[in-house]
């Protein structure tokens, strides 16, 4: 098969917009794993997972034994040394073969209560090459095998194509994505839910809960969802749209969408809004392009709407400049139990190779937000073009990855202590 660039290089493509950038404050940063390419995995585009003993868990977008002219994917662990300041080992749990297992795996991946690990593929499946949900169940006994089970197979009609972003469960055991296209006439990318079987070994139901492409309602949603906890899904589109999409009334079958915030790009406002999060009462995420005055990003905060008022308030909490801050932030955010917000950015390419910076909220309502450069990543064995975002692992430390870089120019595992 013939494999398309990866989703998210279209994040990285953005990067030959800005162009400016100088130092940045220097912080304690370590490659912790560099891919080799081939059998070992190449292009680590999207975040990792921690499981509770702290090991690592992530994709690459190529590499792997599979039959894909560059590698069709792999799922890997990194797991911790096994003395401080050793060696993390590198596992591949999986390598995607190209036919009906999938390929692709660019974004996250999540736990279940069991240790199962889910993901997506962007491409794979069978006949379709639309892509794929699937598990993946670790050994009954270490040391053997870990397990691929393809959940669902994407069709490329009603029912969608090509999904780029993660998954997300709700209590029932329900898994919630995106795909970027597909969906009927318009090809604009659909919201689903997979149900799990009835019985064991059945088969998992897929619902399209929305498809895209109407009422001004956005295109291509190439971000995640995430639930609130009345089980309303929020997500985003690559057109600058953030939705809602609320369950069915009781007797009722249908899902209600509804734009909750249109970014119209530039200026001060932000365009192609990113993965979001819920945080102290507001939606929080960035925008890879906007804001005033160089059109390098910006992270906002969507309040509710109040008892007044329908409407949603954005709040722009820091305009990236393009110079040490890096610019053309991507990826999810994290937060910290202080409000305190943490993400990466993709920066000019030259001068700046992406950054991750942690922006930390104001002393006093009403207050400006205060961002502050972690990490400027220096390219080459360092690592550049960090698309994914960072979670905190272990003694509070960051853990994230880069496309591109590192000792054989693959991409990089990266911690950086704040």
Known sequence: MTRAKPLLH????LIA???????????????????QGGSDGAEPYGPLVADAAGNLYGTTGIGGSGSCAEGCGTVFQL????????????????SFQGSSDGAAPESDLIFDAVGNLYGTTVSGGGKSFHGT????????????????????????????????AGLIFDQAGNLYGTTIFGGGRQNAGIAFE????????????????HRFGHRNDGLDPWAGVILNQK???YGTTITGTVFKLKPPAPGQADWTEKTIHRFHGGGDVGSRPCDLIRGKGALYGVTTLGGSPSNAGTIFQLSPPGARSERWKQTKLYSFTGGNDGGLPCGVLTADRHGNLYGVALGNGADIPGTVFKLAPPAQPGGAWTLTTLHVFGGGNDGFGPN????FGKGGALYGTTGGGGASGNGTVFKVVP
């Open 10 to 13: 279209w994040c990285a493509v």
């Open 17 to 35: 917009i800005v162009v400016c950038g100088s130092s940045a404050l220097a912080t304690t940063e370590k490659v912790l794993y560099s891919f």
């Open 79 to 94: 797991s911790l040394p096994a003395q401080p300041g050793g060696a993390w080992t590198k596992t591949v749990l999986y």
């Open 133 to 164: 949900v699937f598990e993946l169940s670790p050994p009954a006994q270490p040391g053997g095998a870990w397990t691929e089970t393809v959940l669902y197979r994407f069709q490329g009609g009603d029912d969608g194509k090509y999904p780029g």
């Open 194 to 209: 997979l149900s799990p079987p009835a019985q064991p070994g059945g088969a998992w139901t897929e619902t399209v809960l």
């Open 231 to 233: 089980g309303a899904v």
């Open 388 to 391: 994914g975002g960072v979670i």
